[in-house]
């Protein structure tokens, strides 16, 4: 516990799984299972396109794209790509990269873009006495030739309504930022039944091409 901060869950699992039990939830939360070969060959067969991260970590560090192509695997880390035959090579390559860290996948989301670079969304929602309030929503656009969007990475920060403007259609403002706040609070209900003592969230949020917002994941520790 840290005095100010409220309570801090690194295990992304752990709150990834208590949102998804709820039904009005879970449609929001992309397929994501633990790292393991049939785990890894499952998920590509069913859709083709994962992100794996780690279970415990944020700024977008240890975050790898895998894909599935005509031709066997690729690879994507930062700006590095690599493919492989078989999966069998994929999979050693992976091994030396986790290290015997546990992973999750989820699956992959091709987000709306702006110039071809994805952008994302940040909702920071703090705890003040007894009452939570929203203060800031964020639209956080990738660095161009990257898939994460972490400033850390060179991603840039934008109000949420031009990102959606410009990703999406304008017409969609209004309803998709209230769609992030609805979620948000109804997340914050969730995870603070399931883990009292927390006080400052930060909801990474995707809409994909479609307009569908998805849940990506919920920082205690938001920057």
Same mark, same amino acid.
């Given at each position: ?7 801090q869950?690194a295990?992304?699992?752990?709150k990834?799984?208590?949102? @998804?039990?709820? +039904? !009005?939830?879970?449609?929001h939360? /992309? +397929?994501?299972?633990?790292?393991? !070969?049939g785990?890894?060959?499952?998920m590509l !067969? ?7 991260? /780690?279970v415990r970590?944020?700024?977008g560090?240890? #975050?790898?794209k895998?894909?599935r192509?005509r &031709? ?7 700006? =590095?790509?690599?493919r ?5 090579g994929?999979?050693?390559e ?5 290290r015997? @860290? *546990?992973?999750?996948? $989820? ?9 071809g670079? *994805?952008?994302d969304? !940040?909702?920071k929602?703090?705890k ?6 929203? @203060?800031?929503? #964020? ?13 850390? @990475?060179?991603?840039?920060?934008? +109000?949420?309504? &031009?990102?959606? &403007?410009? =990703?999406?259609? *304008? ?7 209230r ?10 209900? #969730?995870?603070? &039944? ?5 006080? $400052?969230?930060?909801?990474?949020y995707?809409?994909?091409? =479609?307009?569908?917002?998805w849940?990506f994941e919920?920082?205690?520790?938001? $920057?």
């Amino acid at each position: 516990m840290h005095t100010g901060e409220g309570r801090q869950l690194a295990s992304k699992w752990a709150k990834t799984a208590a949102l @998804r039990a709820h +039904p !009005r939830l879970a449609p929001h939360i /992309p +397929p994501t299972r633990i790292f393991s !070969r049939g785990s890894l060959a499952a998920m590509l !067969r069913a859709h083709g396109m994962v992100v794996m991260k /780690p279970v415990r970590g944020a700024g977008g560090r240890g #975050v790898i794209k895998v894909s599935r192509e005509r &031709s066997g695997y690729s690879y994507t880390y930062y700006t =590095s790509v690599r493919r492989f035959n078989t999966l069998d090579g994929l999979m050693n390559e992976l091994r030396r990269f986790t290290r015997g @860290r *546990p992973y999750m996948i $989820q699956k992959g989301i091709r987000l709306a873009t702006i110039g071809g670079r *994805p952008i994302d969304y !940040r909702v920071k929602y703090v705890k003040e006495g007894d009452a939570w309030h929203i @203060r800031a929503m #964020v639209g956080r656009l990738a660095r161009r030739g990257l898939f994460v969007t972490n400033l850390c @990475r060179g991603g840039s920060i934008m +109000p949420a309504a &031009s990102g959606i &403007s410009r =990703s999406l259609n *304008p017409k969609l403002v209004t309803r998709k930022k209230r769609e992030m706040r609805e979620l948000t609070r109804l997340g914050t209900s #969730v995870l603070e &039944s399931r883990f009292p003592g927390i006080g $400052q969230l930060g909801f990474d949020y995707g809409i994909d091409r =479609s307009g569908k917002i998805w849940i990506f994941e919920v920082n205690t520790r938001p $920057q």
